[in-house]
């Protein structure tokens, strides 16, 4: 029996992986997309999830460190810095292929397929694994957020982790495991089946991302605001910034970012990845801890992609988590959890809430500038 099976190779999955092996378990990822995963993200990693990867022993992926979080609306403007250390602005490809390459040198197995069924079985849990590889991957890029350029992921990549690891064939078997992690995203599909989803009230809220080919301007995340939806703009690379637009509403991409004229006029360069969508952003979670099985990542419950901590609260999560299952405690982890998370649950809730009335939502910038230190305590404590 292994000691620990990982539904689901994101950052989340990965990192639950290698902590669990470094804490002396037996780790195996299930994942169906063939390494590196792309993802629609904002691709801003906070200062403490950087530090949570170099805890992990993962090498820092190519990237752009971003010393702050800046703010816009129109003319006004208002920014703050982070006091430990700057973040890092990085392409999800190149986050995976670092995490992968750590689980590969800890002896990780990535197994090729989708958790499907799983059922709890004596002093573990049995989980059915069906398909191979999954190059069309629909959940995370819906053709209708997505418009004409819908992205698949590249073909390729199983050398990611390796030619010792298990092909295809293995798909389709019955695993055992002690515990099961359920790391498998926003729409978790295992979280469902085991009826752990609630409803959620309020607009559904939706995230496109696409990058262009040009050289930074700022060494900030910029967050520009506009009425109906905000833009983010991460630099990624010395020639290459990420543009997500976060809204309620359906939109194409170039619809939304046609609200930022000042935006747009700076992306002067071709685009150089496909749009990709997710949403809605907003799951909400009955409990994370079900018997043995755990709910790690955006499976664990998500506000919205508007601060943009997700990653960083997936890796410190993850580290939460096995400790739990270190000391024979597994139902720690949703208080564990709750502790990691609640700042930045609230502070996007509100953000998110205030966005919902346009008489508020115009004040968001004017009232950060007006209070500085308020701002900056807010992005100090998400960072
Ligand atoms: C528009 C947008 C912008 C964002 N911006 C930022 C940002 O700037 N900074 C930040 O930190 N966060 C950001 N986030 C959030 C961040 O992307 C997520 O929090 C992060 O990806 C969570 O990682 P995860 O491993 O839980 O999920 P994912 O990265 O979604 O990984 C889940 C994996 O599970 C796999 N899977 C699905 N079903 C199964 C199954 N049945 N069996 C096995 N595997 C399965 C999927 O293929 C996938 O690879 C943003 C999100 C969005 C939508």
Redesign the pocket.
């Given at each position: 029996m292994i000691d620990v099976l990982?539904?689901?190779?994101?950052?989340?999955?990965?990192?639950t992986a290698i902590n669990a092996a470094l804490a002396g378990m037996e780790a195996v990822?299930?994942?169906?997309?063939p390494g590196p995963?792309d993802?629609?993200?904002?691709?801003?990693?906070?200062p403490t999830?950087a530090a949570a990867l170099a805890d992990l022993g993962v090498a820092v992926p190519d990237g752009r460190p971003f010393r702050g979080i800046r703010y816009v609306d129109g003319p006004q403007r208002v920014q703050a810095e982070f006091r430990d250390g700057p973040g890092l602005?990085v392409r999800?490809t190149a986050l995976?292929t670092a995490l992968a390459h750590r689980a590969r040198d800890l002896g990780i197995r990535v197994v090729p397929?989708?958790?499907?069924a799983v059922h709890a079985a004596g002093e573990g849990v049995r989980a059915h694994?069906t398909g191979g590889p999954?190059l069309s991957?629909p959940?995370?890029c819906a053709p209708e957020l997505c418009g004409p350029e819908l992205g698949r992921p590249e073909l390729g990549g199983s050398a990611l982790y390796g030619p010792e690891l298990p092909g295809p064939e293995l798909c389709g078997r019955e695993f055992g495991a002690r515990w099961l992690v359920?790391?498998?995203?926003?729409?978790?599909?295992?979280r469902a089946r085991l009826g752990l989803d609630l409803a959620s009230r309020g607009p559904r809220r939706?995230?496109?991302?696409r990058h262009y080919r040009i050289a930074p301007w700022t060494d900030f995340?910029e967050v520009h605001w506009a009425p109906g939806g905000e833009a983010?703009v991460?630099p990624v690379g010395d020639d290459l910034v990420?543009v997500?637009?976060?809204s309620s509403e359906r939109r194409t991409y170039d619809e939304h970012l046609a609200r930022f004229p000042d935006l747009l006029a700076r992306l002067d360069g071709p685009p150089a990845t496909p749009v990709?969508?997710?949403?809605p952003?907003r799951q909400r979670v009955r409990r994370r801890v079900a018997g043995r099985i755990l709910l790690?990542?955006?499976?664990?419950g998500?506000v919205d992609?508007l601060t943009?901590?997700?990653?960083?609260?997936?890796l410190l999560s993850a580290r939460a988590l096995v400790g739990c299952l270190m000391v024979g405690r597994p139902e720690e982890y949703e208080n564990a959890w709750r502790r990691l998370s609640w700042r930045s649950r609230l502070l996007t809730a509100a953000l998110v809430r205030a966005r919902r009335h346009p008489p508020a939502a115009r004040m968001i910038v004017p009232a950060a500038r007006r209070l500085p230190a308020v701002f900056g305590a807010a992005v100090r404590s998400l960072a």
């Amino acid at each position: 029996m292994i000691d620990v099976l990982v539904a689901g190779g994101g950052p989340a999955g990965l990192a639950t992986a290698i902590n669990a092996a470094l804490a002396g378990m037996e780790a195996v990822v299930v994942e169906p997309r063939p390494g590196p995963v792309d993802k629609a993200c904002g691709e801003g990693l906070m200062p403490t999830g950087a530090a949570a990867l170099a805890d992990l022993g993962v090498a820092v992926p190519d990237g752009r460190p971003f010393r702050g979080i800046r703010y816009v609306d129109g003319p006004q403007r208002v920014q703050a810095e982070f006091r430990d250390g700057p973040g890092l602005g990085v392409r999800r490809t190149a986050l995976h292929t670092a995490l992968a390459h750590r689980a590969r040198d800890l002896g990780i197995r990535v197994v090729p397929g989708r958790v499907d069924a799983v059922h709890a079985a004596g002093e573990g849990v049995r989980a059915h694994v069906t398909g191979g590889p999954d190059l069309s991957a629909p959940e995370l890029c819906a053709p209708e957020l997505c418009g004409p350029e819908l992205g698949r992921p590249e073909l390729g990549g199983s050398a990611l982790y390796g030619p010792e690891l298990p092909g295809p064939e293995l798909c389709g078997r019955e695993f055992g495991a002690r515990w099961l992690v359920a790391a498998d995203g926003l729409h978790s599909p295992i979280r469902a089946r085991l009826g752990l989803d609630l409803a959620s009230r309020g607009p559904r809220r939706y995230g496109l991302r696409r990058h262009y080919r040009i050289a930074p301007w700022t060494d900030f995340v910029e967050v520009h605001w506009a009425p109906g939806g905000e833009a983010y703009v991460t630099p990624v690379g010395d020639d290459l910034v990420g543009v997500a637009v976060l809204s309620s509403e359906r939109r194409t991409y170039d619809e939304h970012l046609a609200r930022f004229p000042d935006l747009l006029a700076r992306l002067d360069g071709p685009p150089a990845t496909p749009v990709r969508g997710a949403g809605p952003l907003r799951q909400r979670v009955r409990r994370r801890v079900a018997g043995r099985i755990l709910l790690v990542g955006d499976a664990a419950g998500y506000v919205d992609a508007l601060t943009g901590e997700g990653i960083s609260l997936a890796l410190l999560s993850a580290r939460a988590l096995v400790g739990c299952l270190m000391v024979g405690r597994p139902e720690e982890y949703e208080n564990a959890w709750r502790r990691l998370s609640w700042r930045s649950r609230l502070l996007t809730a509100a953000l998110v809430r205030a966005r919902r009335h346009p008489p508020a939502a115009r004040m968001i910038v004017p009232a950060a500038r007006r209070l500085p230190a308020v701002f900056g305590a807010a992005v100090r404590s998400l960072a």
